[in-house]
């Protein structure tokens, strides 16, 4: 079955500085790569996500990559605000309405 | 938008009683929903698919005799946690697929389970 690795499990920047998260999966039938931002206690929120047929989405300071080929895909933050602060979740599926495999997560400080 | 609820949104029993979750989708029919769960610092584990109208389909080392899933409808799926034990005790999470606003998976809020 799917795998799904993250990394970091922790991430510090500050403020105003760019997070990167970086996860690698090892079905190469995946083909939908969801990033979720979780907080405590609440519902996992979808934040952008990617099909295989492209490399790149963008969506205002948030973008993810993806590389099929080598099974690498990767969430880049810019321009970090305090309510960037959370635990985000990488995430694989067959499709966008198949079960999903979740990272392990990284949990992001934004230092003032 | 689409919204899935979950009932309750948390609960604490004693050991060895059974405890059932439901989740809902409120405003469209889905033919799948999953059920994760979630210890405290760690990641959403899926358990199982739940099939409308059929049987469940478990994940690897998920005791499907001890966590009952029921889909009787369109919109309803139950997640009964049978005789439950303190290592039971987590963060059970659904979703379900709204086909008809392009296939999106929506999340319940949570129900968090305390067994004593």
């Known amino acids: 079955g799917e795998n799904v690795e993250q990394h970091p499990s922790t991430l510090s920047v500050q403020e105003g500085d760019s997070a990167v998260i970086k996860c690698t999966y090892s079905d190469s039938a995946s083909n939908y790569f969801p990033w979720y931002k979780q907080e405590l206690g609440k519902r996992p929120q979808l934040i952008i996500d990617i099909r295989s047929n492209v490399g790149e989405k963008k969506d205002q300071r948030i973008a993810v990559t993806l590389n099929k080929t080598a099974k690498h895909f990767s969430l880049h933050i810019t321009e970090t605000q305090p309510e960037d602060s959370a635990v985000y979740f990488c995430a694989a599926s067959l499709n966008r309405d198949d079960k999903i495999i979740f990272g392990k997560g990284t949990r992001l400080h934004i230092l003032p | 938008g689409a919204v899935v609820s979950q009932h309750p949104s948390w609960v604490i029993c004693k050991s060895g009683t059974s405890v059932k979750i439901e989740c809902r989708s409120l405003?469209?029919?889905?033919?799948?929903m999953f059920w994760y769960r979630q210890f405290p610092k760690q990641s959403l584990m899926l358990m199982a698919t739940s099939n409308e109208g059929s049987k469940a389909t478990y994940e690897q080392g998920v005791e499907k005799d001890k966590f009952l899933i029921n889909h009787a409808s369109l919109t309803l799926s139950t997640l009964t946690v049978t005789s439950a034990h303190p290592e039971d005790s987590s963060f059970y999470i659904c979703?379900?697929?709204?086909?008809?606003?392009?296939?999106?998976?929506?999340f319940g809020p949570g129900t968090r389970l305390t067994v004593l």
């Open positions: 979703s379900a697929t709204d086909r008809g606003r392009g296939d999106t998976q929506y």
């Open positions: 405003d469209f029919q889905a033919t799948t």
